[in-house]
């Protein structure tokens, strides 16, 4: 008799563990733990997905007459970890041997390598082979390279699974085509209806849960509008190939007040957790391409995402850690702001992006990285607080995605392994791929001063600062050139205004 532990991303029939399970005598555990959601404080509306998913899936497996144990936050006896409910389990049923699928966090896997000694029983770990890329593959790509460029491990993932290849040759002759998707946003787009669909009885029995175990965490709960279940999951994904892929390509950079959704997929809650597999979701936008469906920039962006970054950052984090966890290049160590729990700011752009993230879980990459993360890389906010920050608040982050994005990408702390250069940018980025800043309490064409956008004087502040580290940097050349030119009076009024903004900070005024 076998033990199959399934974790709450691995959501998903055709996962490793489950392989050749014996319906029969084997028995799959599936167990919502304090340990889990707590660890970070995790969104509420994360915590009510993830746990309705959970109940769905093991309900989808009971009626394929699996032998499963689930196990409810609020059941009686719930000792409140992985590692518990696993002891329990042996210790209630006659169980030879224990087999999970490889976890996506570091911190679990080696919890997970200690279990055999502490059990006294045979415990099997198997890969995870829902993604493309196997850590091997990965690290054998990436054991003769100084820099891991995604672009290249990208072309290499598209040959072997032969997506949008002609022979050895891309369609369109070229690899990618993201010169054509950072269209700024115009007036009169018509942004489709993300999904929505009623919670259930089990969901909501979850919402009650939440609301009620978990009132001091971060985010609205309601209203609660995520596909729990693969079939569910399955219709947002032909949403989207039907309703907005087609502008997914040009305006996957732009920002709208009041649109957190725009013309992005929102299934990589479901991808994350196994009710979508990655190869299937490639295959089915493939197809819309062949069809006449979707023009070829925006399926290939589509397609870079998924077959290309997101196995990259998968690989970049398995390859690098557990040092990467406390990489910190450009010795950043302010606090958080308050404001980032809050959304109490008169800086508009994040105000709405925080605000969305708190009501929705999600924001989209751009969010994400040019807005929410360059002002936390300008203003040198400590890495450990902004991973807490990342993982905690939206419902598709775990760390195997998490810390890359913000060690290398949003940060630059690992001084330039995963990025070429700092994602550093002033108000003007902002102004040119968004609306925000006609709303904005701040001056966007102002430089300096009370009035002027804080991004603009930070970006140059940014580099004062950290001159010493990035000057040097090949892409950065042209920029420390400017910064030479610069006049004094502007030099000098740039350090008065970053100072007094990064006081207030510090003090966590509103700002």
Known sequence: MTLRLILGDQLSETISSLRDVDKLNDNILICEVKSEATYVKHHKKKIAFLFSAMRHFSKFLEGLNYNLTYIKYDDSGNSGSLYGE?????????????????????????????????????????????????????????????????????????????????GDEPIGGQWNFDSENRKPPKNGLDVPKSYSTQPDK???????????????????????????????????????IDKRLSMFGDFQDAMIEGEPWMFHS??????????????????????????????????????????????????????????????????????LPEFYWTGQTDMNCLKQCINETKENSYAHHIQRLM?????????????????????????????????????????YADGGILASKPYAASGAYINRMSNYCKNCHYKVSSKTGEDACPFNYLY??????????????????????????MKLDKYE???????????????????
């Open 266 to 335: 929102h299934i990589s809650f479901y991808l994350n957790c196994g009710l979508l597999t990655p190869l299937e979701c490639i295959k089915a936008v493939e197809r819309a391409y062949y069809d006449n469906r979707a023009p070829l920039n925006a399926v290939e962006g589509f397609i870079r995402q998924v077959l290309g970054w997101r196995e990259y950052i998968r690989g970049v984090y398995w390859y690098k850690m557990p040092t990467y966890k406390s990489e910190n290049f450009l010795e950043a160590h302010r606090k």
């Open 460 to 485: 140059w502040d940014f580099l004062i600062r950290n001159e010493t580290k990035l000057r040097n940097n090949p892409r950065m050349g042209l920029i420390y050139r400017n910064l030479d030119k």
């Open 202 to 240: 089990i969901t909501m029995e979850v919402i009650n849960l939440v609301e009620k175990s978990f009132n001091d965490h971060f985010g609205d709960l309601k209203p609660f509008n995520f596909a729990v279940t693969r079939q569910q999951a399955l219709v947002v994904l032909d949403e989207f």
């Open 371 to 411: 807005v929410l993360g360059n002002f936390v890389l300008l203003a040198g906010i400590n890495p450990d607080d902004v991973h807490e920050w990342y993982l905690s608040v939206y419902s598709d982050a775990y760390e195997w995605v998490e810390l890359p994005n913000v060690t290398g990408m949003i940060l």
């Open 493 to 511: 009024a740039i350090k008065s205004d970053s100072n007094i903004f990064l006081k207030h900070i510090d003090k966590n005024e509103k700002i």
């Open 86 to 166: 696993v002891k329990r389990a042996i210790l209630t049923n006659n169980h030879e041997k224990i087999v999970i699928t490889k976890p996506n966090e570091f911190r679990l896997y080696l919890e997970m390598l200690e279990w055999e000694n502490k059990l006294n029983i045979p415990v099997e770990i198997r890969d995870d082979d829902r993604f493309l890329c196997s850590t091997d593959e990965f690290n054998t790509w990436a054991s003769d390279r100084k820099q891991l460029r995604m672009e290249y491990f990208y072309r290499n993932m598209r040959r072997k699974y032969d997506i949008l290849m002609e």
